[in-house]
Protein backbone atom coordinates (compact mmCIF):
# COMPACT_ATOMS: atom_id res chain seq x y z
CA UNK A 1 0.00 0.00 0.00
CA UNK A 2 1.34 3.46 -0.86
CA UNK A 3 2.24 5.81 2.20
CA UNK A 4 -0.06 8.00 3.62
CA UNK A 5 0.50 11.52 1.72
CA UNK A 6 -0.23 14.97 3.12
CA UNK A 7 -0.23 16.90 0.25
CA UNK A 8 0.71 17.05 -3.68
CA UNK A 9 4.62 15.83 -4.33
CA UNK A 10 5.03 16.54 -7.85
CA UNK A 11 7.54 15.43 -10.43
CA UNK A 12 9.99 18.45 -11.94
CA UNK A 13 8.14 20.27 -14.47
CA UNK A 14 8.34 19.61 -18.30
CA UNK A 15 11.17 23.00 -18.36
CA UNK A 16 13.26 20.70 -15.87
CA UNK A 17 13.22 17.52 -17.58
CA UNK A 18 13.67 18.94 -21.12
CA UNK A 19 16.51 21.02 -19.62
CA UNK A 20 18.35 17.27 -18.17
CA UNK A 21 17.57 15.78 -20.94
CA UNK A 22 18.78 18.03 -23.47
CA UNK A 23 22.03 18.73 -21.85
CA UNK A 24 22.63 15.23 -20.89
CA UNK A 25 22.10 14.94 -17.29
CA UNK A 26 19.37 12.01 -17.52
CA UNK A 27 18.35 10.66 -20.12
CA UNK A 28 14.36 8.65 -21.88
CA UNK A 29 15.98 5.80 -20.21
CA UNK A 30 16.70 7.09 -16.77
CA UNK A 31 13.17 8.55 -16.87
CA UNK A 32 11.81 5.48 -18.09
CA UNK A 33 13.46 3.41 -14.97
CA UNK A 34 12.06 6.20 -12.43
CA UNK A 35 8.54 6.15 -13.66
CA UNK A 36 8.50 2.26 -13.77
CA UNK A 37 10.30 2.17 -10.09
CA UNK A 38 7.46 4.64 -9.23
CA UNK A 39 4.53 2.53 -10.26
CA UNK A 40 5.97 -0.87 -9.00
CA UNK A 41 6.91 0.38 -5.64
CA UNK A 42 3.30 1.88 -5.41
CA UNK A 43 1.43 -1.11 -6.39
CA UNK A 44 -1.89 -1.52 -6.85
CA UNK A 45 -2.77 2.50 -6.02
CA UNK A 46 -6.13 2.39 -7.52
CA UNK A 47 -4.17 5.28 -10.18
CA UNK A 48 -3.60 2.92 -13.06
CA UNK A 49 -6.56 0.28 -14.99
CA UNK A 50 -4.03 -0.62 -17.36
CA UNK A 51 -0.02 0.19 -17.04
CA UNK A 52 2.97 0.22 -19.80
CA UNK A 53 5.22 -2.26 -18.31
CA UNK A 54 9.23 -1.51 -18.11
CA UNK A 55 10.19 -3.18 -21.07
CA UNK A 56 7.74 -1.07 -23.37
CA UNK A 57 9.30 2.33 -21.24
CA UNK A 58 12.80 1.34 -21.91
CA UNK A 59 11.60 0.03 -25.36
CA UNK A 60 10.26 3.91 -26.03
CA UNK A 61 13.24 5.63 -24.53
CA UNK A 62 15.68 3.83 -26.32
CA UNK A 63 13.19 4.86 -29.92
CA UNK A 64 13.55 8.37 -28.77
CA UNK A 65 17.30 8.21 -27.71
CA UNK A 66 18.42 6.86 -31.14
CA UNK A 67 16.28 8.83 -33.03
CA UNK A 68 18.04 12.30 -34.55
CA UNK A 69 16.63 15.58 -33.68
CA UNK A 70 14.17 13.48 -31.41
CA UNK A 71 15.69 16.13 -28.28
CA UNK A 72 14.38 18.98 -30.08
CA UNK A 73 10.46 17.56 -29.88
CA UNK A 74 8.40 20.03 -27.73
CA UNK A 75 7.72 16.84 -25.62
CA UNK A 76 11.08 14.61 -25.63
CA UNK A 77 11.38 12.22 -22.75
CA UNK A 78 8.00 13.53 -21.02
CA UNK A 79 6.20 10.84 -19.52
CA UNK A 80 2.71 11.64 -19.65
CA UNK A 81 -1.07 9.70 -18.22
CA UNK A 82 -4.09 8.90 -20.27
CA UNK A 83 -7.55 8.41 -18.56
CA UNK A 84 -8.93 5.19 -19.81
CA UNK A 85 -11.84 7.02 -21.68
CA UNK A 86 -9.62 7.81 -24.57
CA UNK A 87 -8.11 5.20 -27.39
CA UNK A 88 -4.50 4.25 -27.77
CA UNK A 89 -3.92 1.49 -30.33
CA UNK A 90 -3.07 -2.04 -28.50
CA UNK A 91 -4.04 -0.95 -25.01
CA UNK A 92 -7.76 -2.06 -24.06
CA UNK A 93 -10.45 1.15 -23.47
CA UNK A 94 -12.22 -0.20 -20.38
CA UNK A 95 -14.29 3.33 -19.08
CA UNK A 96 -13.87 1.74 -16.08
CA UNK A 97 -15.92 -1.55 -16.47
CA UNK A 98 -14.12 -4.67 -17.55
CA UNK A 99 -17.33 -5.98 -19.59
CA UNK A 100 -17.32 -3.25 -21.71
CA UNK A 101 -13.62 -3.26 -22.48
CA UNK A 102 -12.52 -3.41 -25.93
CA UNK A 103 -8.74 -2.72 -27.86
CA UNK A 104 -8.86 -0.22 -30.62
CA UNK A 105 -6.72 -0.69 -33.66
CA UNK A 106 -5.96 3.43 -33.66
CA UNK A 107 -4.95 6.22 -31.35
CA UNK A 108 -7.24 8.98 -30.28
CA UNK A 109 -5.67 12.24 -32.45
CA UNK A 110 -5.09 13.74 -29.08
CA UNK A 111 -3.08 11.41 -27.68
CA UNK A 112 -1.28 10.54 -31.19
CA UNK A 113 -0.14 14.05 -31.30
CA UNK A 114 1.43 13.96 -27.94
CA UNK A 115 3.69 10.75 -28.75
CA UNK A 116 4.40 12.55 -32.01
CA UNK A 117 5.89 15.71 -29.67
CA UNK A 118 7.94 12.54 -27.87
CA UNK A 119 5.90 12.24 -25.13
CA UNK A 120 6.19 8.82 -23.26
CA UNK A 121 2.51 7.11 -22.40
CA UNK A 122 3.04 5.81 -19.11
CA UNK A 123 -0.44 4.19 -19.19
CA UNK A 124 -4.30 4.27 -18.84
CA UNK A 125 -6.12 5.45 -15.43
CA UNK A 126 -9.07 5.01 -13.69
CA UNK A 127 -11.80 6.49 -13.78
CA UNK A 128 -15.64 6.74 -11.95
CA UNK A 129 -17.11 4.35 -14.08
CA UNK A 130 -17.99 5.71 -17.78
CA UNK A 131 -16.78 9.24 -16.39
CA UNK A 132 -20.10 9.64 -14.61
CA UNK A 133 -19.50 11.10 -11.41
CA UNK A 134 -17.09 13.94 -10.04
CA UNK A 135 -15.80 11.84 -6.88
CA UNK A 136 -13.67 8.70 -8.01
CA UNK A 137 -15.48 5.93 -5.77
CA UNK A 138 -17.48 4.51 -8.95
CA UNK A 139 -14.91 1.88 -10.25
CA UNK A 140 -14.34 -1.56 -9.83
CA UNK A 141 -10.39 -1.21 -9.48
CA UNK A 142 -10.21 0.49 -6.17
CA UNK A 143 -10.38 4.32 -4.96
CA UNK A 144 -6.84 5.79 -5.53
CA UNK A 145 -6.21 7.75 -1.98
CA UNK A 146 -6.20 11.41 -1.89
CA UNK A 147 -2.87 13.40 -1.15
CA UNK A 148 -4.42 14.70 1.63
CA UNK A 149 -5.10 11.62 3.59
CA UNK A 150 -7.83 11.74 5.79
CA UNK A 151 -10.01 9.44 3.95
CA UNK A 152 -11.03 12.11 1.49
CA UNK A 153 -12.27 11.07 -2.00
CA UNK A 154 -9.78 11.96 -5.06
CA UNK A 155 -12.31 13.29 -6.96
CA UNK A 156 -13.74 12.29 -10.96
CA UNK A 157 -14.25 11.13 -12.57
CA UNK A 158 -10.57 11.46 -13.94
CA UNK A 159 -9.55 10.31 -10.53
CA UNK A 160 -6.66 8.43 -11.79
CA UNK A 161 -5.09 11.28 -13.38
CA UNK A 162 -5.19 13.32 -10.64
CA UNK A 163 -3.59 11.23 -8.54
CA UNK A 164 -1.13 10.34 -10.80
CA UNK A 165 0.33 14.00 -11.55
CA UNK A 166 -0.36 15.07 -7.62
CA UNK A 167 1.99 11.62 -6.28
CA UNK A 168 4.55 12.55 -8.69
CA UNK A 169 3.97 9.58 -11.03
CA UNK A 170 3.92 11.74 -14.50
CA UNK A 171 4.28 15.62 -14.50
CA UNK A 172 1.24 15.95 -16.81
CA UNK A 173 -2.05 13.62 -17.21
CA UNK A 174 -4.88 13.73 -19.76
CA UNK A 175 -7.87 13.69 -18.58
CA UNK A 176 -12.01 14.58 -19.58
CA UNK A 177 -13.88 17.13 -18.74
CA UNK A 178 -18.19 17.12 -19.17
CA UNK A 179 -19.28 18.54 -15.64
CA UNK A 180 -16.48 18.94 -13.47
CA UNK A 181 -14.10 15.82 -14.14
CA UNK A 182 -10.97 17.53 -15.11
CA UNK A 183 -11.44 20.16 -12.46
CA UNK A 184 -13.40 18.55 -8.72
CA UNK A 185 -10.12 15.93 -8.86
CA UNK A 186 -7.54 18.43 -9.52
CA UNK A 187 -9.05 20.85 -6.92
CA UNK A 188 -9.25 17.91 -4.15
CA UNK A 189 -5.47 16.88 -4.73
CA UNK A 190 -3.98 20.04 -4.78
CA UNK A 191 -2.92 20.75 -8.81
CA UNK A 192 -4.18 22.38 -11.90
CA UNK A 193 -6.98 21.32 -13.21
CA UNK A 194 -7.56 22.67 -17.44
CA UNK A 195 -10.58 22.29 -19.23
CA UNK A 196 -9.86 24.18 -22.39
CA UNK A 197 -12.57 25.31 -24.88
CA UNK A 198 -14.71 22.84 -26.10
CA UNK A 199 -13.16 21.81 -29.24
CA UNK A 200 -10.01 22.80 -29.40
CA UNK A 201 -8.73 19.08 -28.54
CA UNK A 202 -10.39 16.57 -30.77
CA UNK A 203 -12.89 14.19 -28.91
CA UNK A 204 -12.72 11.57 -31.95
CA UNK A 205 -11.73 8.49 -29.85
CA UNK A 206 -12.90 9.37 -26.69
CA UNK A 207 -15.81 7.03 -25.72
CA UNK A 208 -18.36 9.86 -24.64
CA UNK A 209 -20.29 10.71 -21.71
CA UNK A 210 -22.35 13.36 -23.10
CA UNK A 211 -20.97 14.00 -26.67
CA UNK A 212 -22.44 18.02 -26.91
CA UNK A 213 -20.42 18.61 -24.11
CA UNK A 214 -17.67 16.26 -23.41
CA UNK A 215 -14.06 18.19 -23.68
CA UNK A 216 -10.90 16.80 -23.00
CA UNK A 217 -8.80 18.21 -20.45
CA UNK A 218 -5.28 18.43 -19.00
CA UNK A 219 -3.84 18.62 -15.36
CA UNK A 220 -0.68 19.59 -14.26
CA UNK A 221 1.45 21.22 -11.38
CA UNK A 222 2.29 24.19 -13.38
CA UNK A 223 0.75 26.82 -15.94
CA UNK A 224 3.76 26.67 -18.08
CA UNK A 225 3.27 22.99 -18.26
CA UNK A 226 -0.68 23.40 -19.36
CA UNK A 227 0.05 25.63 -22.18
CA UNK A 228 3.17 23.62 -23.43
CA UNK A 229 0.70 20.47 -23.46
CA UNK A 230 -1.93 22.75 -24.87
CA UNK A 231 0.15 23.98 -28.14
CA UNK A 232 0.89 20.23 -28.81
CA UNK A 233 -2.67 18.98 -28.43
CA UNK A 234 -4.47 22.12 -29.93
CA UNK A 235 -5.60 21.38 -33.39
CA UNK A 236 -8.66 21.63 -35.38
CA UNK A 237 -9.60 17.92 -36.53
CA UNK A 238 -12.00 17.51 -39.40
CA UNK A 239 -13.27 14.36 -38.34
CA UNK A 240 -14.16 16.20 -34.52
CA UNK A 241 -17.70 18.05 -35.35
CA UNK A 242 -17.18 20.26 -32.24
CA UNK A 243 -13.79 21.03 -33.83
CA UNK A 244 -12.32 24.83 -33.74
CA UNK A 245 -9.49 26.91 -34.01
CA UNK A 246 -7.87 28.21 -30.97
CA UNK A 247 -8.08 32.12 -30.37
CA UNK A 248 -4.80 33.40 -29.13
CA UNK A 249 -5.79 36.55 -26.27
CA UNK A 250 -3.66 37.88 -23.74
CA UNK A 251 -5.06 41.02 -21.50
CA UNK A 252 -2.20 42.31 -19.84
CA UNK A 253 -4.37 43.91 -16.93
CA UNK A 254 -7.61 41.20 -16.55
CA UNK A 255 -11.08 42.47 -15.10
CA UNK A 256 -11.62 39.79 -12.47
CA UNK A 257 -15.45 39.35 -12.47
CA UNK A 258 -16.61 38.28 -8.33
CA UNK A 259 -19.84 37.48 -6.89
CA UNK A 260 -20.13 38.65 -3.63
CA UNK A 261 -19.42 36.06 -1.00
CA UNK A 262 -22.84 36.14 0.59
CA UNK A 263 -24.08 34.99 -2.25
CA UNK A 264 -21.55 32.00 -2.70
CA UNK A 265 -22.76 28.96 -0.93
CA UNK A 266 -20.30 26.64 1.22
CA UNK A 267 -22.95 24.15 2.14
CA UNK A 268 -21.96 25.00 6.12
CA UNK A 269 -18.37 24.18 5.78
CA UNK A 270 -16.78 27.15 7.46
CA UNK A 271 -13.55 26.91 7.35
CA UNK A 272 -13.61 26.34 3.23
CA UNK A 273 -15.31 29.26 3.71
CA UNK A 274 -13.03 31.61 5.26
CA UNK A 275 -10.19 29.76 2.88
CA UNK A 276 -11.53 31.06 -0.04
CA UNK A 277 -12.25 34.37 1.02
CA UNK A 278 -8.39 34.45 2.32
CA UNK A 279 -7.65 33.22 -1.33
CA UNK A 280 -9.61 35.89 -3.47
CA UNK A 281 -8.34 38.32 -1.18
CA UNK A 282 -5.26 38.27 -3.46
CA UNK A 283 -7.33 38.87 -6.74
CA UNK A 284 -6.88 43.39 -6.42
CA UNK A 285 -3.13 42.66 -7.47
CA UNK A 286 -4.09 40.61 -10.42
CA UNK A 287 -6.59 43.22 -12.09
CA UNK A 288 -9.29 45.50 -11.33
CA UNK A 289 -12.02 43.87 -9.44
CA UNK A 290 -15.33 43.89 -10.17
CA UNK A 291 -19.00 42.46 -8.55
CA UNK A 292 -20.96 39.82 -10.92
CA UNK A 293 -24.11 37.78 -10.17
CA UNK A 294 -23.44 33.90 -9.24
CA UNK A 295 -26.67 33.16 -10.26
CA UNK A 296 -26.94 32.47 -13.69
CA UNK A 297 -24.07 30.20 -13.48
CA UNK A 298 -25.68 27.68 -10.65
CA UNK A 299 -28.78 28.04 -12.69
CA UNK A 300 -26.95 26.27 -15.52
CA UNK A 301 -24.95 24.06 -13.57
CA UNK A 302 -28.43 22.83 -12.21
CA UNK A 303 -29.87 22.03 -15.86
CA UNK A 304 -26.92 19.28 -16.07
CA UNK A 305 -28.11 16.78 -14.06
CA UNK A 306 -32.26 18.05 -13.43
CA UNK A 307 -32.54 18.22 -17.47
CA UNK A 308 -32.41 15.91 -20.16
CA UNK A 309 -28.85 16.29 -21.20
CA UNK A 310 -28.85 13.41 -19.02
CA UNK A 311 -29.97 10.81 -21.91
CA UNK A 312 -27.11 11.43 -24.15
CA UNK A 313 -25.50 9.08 -21.41
CA UNK A 314 -28.41 6.80 -22.20
CA UNK A 315 -27.67 7.22 -25.84
CA UNK A 316 -23.73 6.04 -25.28
CA UNK A 317 -24.80 3.20 -23.11
CA UNK A 318 -28.38 2.10 -23.63
CA UNK A 319 -27.29 -0.78 -25.17
CA UNK A 320 -24.25 -1.89 -23.01
CA UNK A 321 -26.83 -1.46 -19.75
CA UNK A 322 -29.63 -3.78 -21.23
CA UNK A 323 -27.13 -6.45 -22.17
CA UNK A 324 -24.68 -6.22 -19.24
CA UNK A 325 -27.34 -4.61 -15.83
CA UNK A 326 -24.58 -6.86 -13.67
CA UNK A 327 -21.54 -4.87 -15.06
CA UNK A 328 -22.47 -1.76 -14.36
CA UNK A 329 -21.92 0.23 -11.12
CA UNK A 330 -25.62 0.48 -9.87
CA UNK A 331 -25.71 4.36 -9.23
CA UNK A 332 -24.06 5.17 -12.83
CA UNK A 333 -26.87 2.63 -13.96
CA UNK A 334 -29.63 4.41 -12.22
CA UNK A 335 -27.98 7.70 -13.36
CA UNK A 336 -27.63 6.80 -17.47
CA UNK A 337 -31.38 4.81 -16.71
CA UNK A 338 -32.53 8.14 -15.68
CA UNK A 339 -31.96 9.16 -18.96
CA UNK A 340 -35.15 7.95 -20.53
CA UNK A 341 -38.10 10.04 -18.57
CA UNK A 342 -37.10 12.78 -20.63
CA UNK A 343 -39.33 14.02 -23.60
CA UNK A 344 -38.24 15.91 -26.55
CA UNK A 345 -40.63 18.71 -25.01
CA UNK A 346 -37.88 18.70 -21.96
CA UNK A 347 -35.57 19.00 -24.28
CA UNK A 348 -36.66 22.18 -26.10
CA UNK A 349 -37.58 23.74 -22.85
CA UNK A 350 -34.33 23.28 -21.34
CA UNK A 351 -32.68 24.51 -24.35
CA UNK A 352 -34.38 27.24 -24.05
CA UNK A 353 -33.85 28.18 -20.51
CA UNK A 354 -29.78 27.28 -21.43
CA UNK A 355 -30.13 29.71 -24.05
CA UNK A 356 -31.56 32.46 -21.78
CA UNK A 357 -28.61 31.68 -19.28
CA UNK A 358 -26.02 32.02 -22.48
CA UNK A 359 -27.41 35.38 -23.13
CA UNK A 360 -26.95 36.12 -19.12
CA UNK A 361 -23.71 35.50 -19.20
CA UNK A 362 -22.79 36.76 -22.23
CA UNK A 363 -23.12 40.91 -21.50
CA UNK A 364 -20.86 39.80 -18.03
CA UNK A 365 -17.96 39.32 -20.89
CA UNK A 366 -18.63 43.24 -22.12
CA UNK A 367 -17.65 44.08 -18.46
CA UNK A 368 -15.01 41.17 -17.41
CA UNK A 369 -12.49 39.62 -18.88
CA UNK A 370 -12.79 36.25 -16.25
CA UNK A 371 -14.88 35.24 -13.45
CA UNK A 372 -13.58 33.44 -10.36
CA UNK A 373 -15.41 31.21 -8.06
CA UNK A 374 -14.70 28.46 -5.49
CA UNK A 375 -14.29 25.24 -7.66
CA UNK A 376 -15.40 23.43 -5.03
CA UNK A 377 -17.70 24.10 -2.51
CA UNK A 378 -16.62 21.67 0.30
CA UNK A 379 -15.05 18.43 0.42
CA UNK A 380 -16.32 14.82 1.16
CA UNK A 381 -14.50 11.37 2.44
CA UNK A 382 -15.29 8.32 0.95
CA UNK A 383 -17.60 7.06 3.63
CA UNK A 384 -19.73 10.04 3.34
CA UNK A 385 -19.99 9.60 -0.18
CA UNK A 386 -20.94 5.61 0.17
CA UNK A 387 -23.52 6.68 2.64
CA UNK A 388 -24.93 9.53 0.16
CA UNK A 389 -23.63 8.84 -3.35
CA UNK A 390 -25.96 11.29 -5.48
CA UNK A 391 -26.45 14.24 -3.06
CA UNK A 392 -22.55 14.65 -2.28
CA UNK A 393 -21.49 13.96 -5.76
CA UNK A 394 -24.10 17.01 -7.19
CA UNK A 395 -23.01 19.10 -4.13
CA UNK A 396 -19.22 18.60 -5.31
CA UNK A 397 -20.20 19.85 -8.94
CA UNK A 398 -21.21 22.85 -7.87
CA UNK A 399 -19.76 25.50 -9.67
CA UNK A 400 -18.11 23.57 -12.36
CA UNK A 401 -21.49 21.71 -13.94
CA UNK A 402 -21.98 24.99 -15.64
CA UNK A 403 -18.97 25.22 -18.14
CA UNK A 404 -19.52 23.32 -21.00
CA UNK A 405 -22.90 24.25 -20.62
CA UNK A 406 -22.08 27.85 -21.55
CA UNK A 407 -19.41 27.23 -23.65
CA UNK A 408 -16.73 28.80 -21.13
CA UNK A 409 -13.20 27.95 -20.56
CA UNK A 410 -11.62 27.16 -16.96
CA UNK A 411 -8.80 26.29 -14.89
CA UNK A 412 -9.03 25.08 -11.32
CA UNK A 413 -5.87 26.70 -9.01
CA UNK A 414 -4.53 25.19 -6.35
CA UNK A 415 -5.58 27.97 -3.47
CA UNK A 416 -4.35 26.93 -0.03
CA UNK A 417 -6.01 24.95 2.85
CA UNK A 418 -8.55 24.94 5.33
CA UNK A 419 -7.77 25.55 8.86
CA UNK A 420 -8.13 21.27 9.25
CA UNK A 421 -6.00 21.16 6.17
CA UNK A 422 -8.42 20.24 3.16
CA UNK A 423 -7.35 21.59 0.02
CA UNK A 424 -9.09 24.87 -1.27
CA UNK A 425 -8.99 25.83 -4.78
CA UNK A 426 -10.21 28.81 -7.20
CA UNK A 427 -11.61 28.12 -10.62
CA UNK A 428 -11.27 30.48 -13.15
CA UNK A 429 -13.78 31.31 -15.78
CA UNK A 430 -13.44 32.57 -19.50
CA UNK A 431 -15.60 32.64 -22.42
CA UNK A 432 -14.72 30.69 -25.18
CA UNK A 433 -11.58 31.38 -26.89
CA UNK A 434 -10.38 32.83 -23.66
CA UNK A 435 -8.28 30.24 -22.50
CA UNK A 436 -5.03 31.98 -22.65
CA UNK A 437 -6.88 35.14 -20.47
CA UNK A 438 -7.82 32.26 -18.10
CA UNK A 439 -4.16 30.37 -17.84
CA UNK A 440 -2.30 33.95 -17.51
CA UNK A 441 -4.78 34.46 -14.39
CA UNK A 442 -3.92 31.44 -12.99
CA UNK A 443 -0.15 32.14 -13.38
CA UNK A 444 -0.42 35.31 -11.48
CA UNK A 445 -2.45 33.60 -8.91
CA UNK A 446 0.49 30.93 -8.31
CA UNK A 447 3.33 34.06 -8.64
CA UNK A 448 4.01 31.85 -11.86
CA UNK A 449 5.94 33.87 -14.80
CA UNK A 450 4.79 32.46 -18.22
CA UNK A 451 7.78 32.34 -20.95
CA UNK A 452 6.56 32.82 -25.08
CA UNK A 453 4.61 29.60 -26.18
CA UNK A 454 7.06 26.94 -27.26
CA UNK A 455 7.28 26.58 -30.78
CA UNK A 456 5.53 23.45 -32.39
CA UNK A 457 7.38 20.58 -34.18
CA UNK A 458 8.11 22.17 -37.82
CA UNK A 459 6.72 18.35 -39.06
CA UNK A 460 5.40 15.20 -37.58
CA UNK A 461 6.41 11.93 -36.92
CA UNK A 462 4.28 9.00 -36.22
CA UNK A 463 3.43 7.83 -32.91
CA UNK A 464 5.25 4.83 -31.57
CA UNK A 465 2.85 2.30 -30.86
CA UNK A 466 3.72 0.59 -27.19
CA UNK A 467 2.26 -2.64 -26.02
CA UNK A 468 0.85 -2.86 -22.75
CA UNK A 469 1.52 -4.42 -19.71
CA UNK A 470 -2.01 -5.13 -18.39
CA UNK A 471 -3.51 -5.14 -14.65
CA UNK A 472 -6.16 -7.49 -14.08
CA UNK A 473 -9.07 -6.50 -16.00
CA UNK A 474 -11.93 -8.76 -14.30
CA UNK A 475 -13.93 -7.13 -11.20
CA UNK A 476 -11.84 -7.01 -7.64
CA UNK A 477 -13.59 -6.57 -4.63
Not at 64 to 69: G, H, K, Q, R
Not at 146 to 173: C, R
Not at 208 to 215: G, K, M, T
Not at 352 to 360: F, I, K, N, T, V
Request: proline share 10%; net charge negative; with cysteine.
Amino acid sequence: MPERASGPRPTPPIPHLLTALRSGSTTPLGIADGLADTVERRGDDGVWITAVGRDALRARAGHLASTPDADRLPLFGVPFAVKDTLDVAGMPTTCACPEYAYVPDTTAPAVARLLEAGAVLAGKTNLDQFATGLNGTRSPYGIPENVFGGGLVPGGSSSGSAVAVATGQVPFAVATDTAGSGRVPAALNGILGFKPTRGLISTVGLVPACRSLDCVSLMATTVDDLRRVLDVMAAVDPADPWSRPRQHRSVSAPRIGLPPSGDLEFLGDEPMRRAHEAARAALPGVGPVSEVPVAPFLRAGELLYQGPWVAERLLQFADFLAAEPEAVHPVVADIIAGGAAYTAVDVFRAEYRLQELRAEVARLWAEVDVVVLPTIPTTFTVTEVLADPVATNTALGTYTHCGNLLDLCAVAVPAGLTDDGRPCSLMVLGPAGADDVVLGVAARLLGEALPPAPEAPRDSRPALVLPARRRSLERRP
